[in-house]
């Protein structure tokens, strides 16, 4: 019987060490291209965090796709962006979700950097499931800056904490205007 729970006992220490514990909640989106794992902030944008969350417990981005692409080099951009865009837009057998109340980087004090996540919209509180990641500094989408046109910036909640290889690949992949040739497929979301 000792025997027995001392087996137990090292075997649920060496399955608890597998999974790494972070302070933040992560998630992994899963392509075809790679991961991209994800550090979310609560405690800095709750509202979007916890939203995307129940997303991602809902299975609502399986099977969805990054769809738009912005490089910095599209001519005719008044802001030269560099970002991909995923969600449910192009998926009509995706249930539509209410909009989100809109938590500015101003009031978050996060900044449209490298790898920075972050809700699309059109209106304040419009956004719901799309999301973005930025590619390059895109500090002109932050709150009071010139990268939106009612100047109150897009609500960033998280950064890539490993994968950027894969989101760079994601970006060159071919595309006219804003959209890419084939959608890439996002196989999965799912927490860590």
Not at 22 to 39: A, F, K, M, S
Not at 141 to 157: C, N, Q, T, V
Request: glycine share 12%; hydrophobic share 30%; net charge positive.
């Amino acid at each position: 019987m000792l025997k027995y729970l001392f087996i137990v006992i090292i075997a649920s220490a060496l399955f608890s060490c597998s999974q790494p514990r972070y302070e933040q909640p992560h998630v992994l989106i899963e392509t075809g291209y790679g991961d991209i794992e994800l550090e979310l902030y609560p405690d800095k944008a709750p509202q979007t965090v916890a939203a995307f969350l129940s997303h991602v417990d809902k299975g609502l981005y399986d099977g969805t796709s990054f769809y738009r692409v912005v490089r910095p080099t599209d001519p005719g951009s008044p802001v030269k962006v560099g970002v991909i865009q995923g969600g449910i837009f192009p998926h009509p057998d995706k249930p539509r979700q209410a909009g989100i109340p809109h938590e500015t980087t101003r009031r978050s004090g996060l900044t449209h950097e490298d790898g920075i996540v972050s809700l699309a919209r059109t209106e304040p509180g419009t956004g719901s499931t799309e999301f973005f990641i930025c590619i390059g500094d895109q500090s002109p989408l932050d709150s009071g800056r010139r990268g939106s046109p009612d100047g109150m910036g897009y609500a960033a909640f998280g950064k890539v904490f490993k994968g950027m290889k894969v989101v760079r690949k994601i970006q060159e992949q071919p595309g006219s205007g804003e959209s890419f040739d084939k959608p890439v497929r996002i196989d999965r979301i799912r927490k860590l």
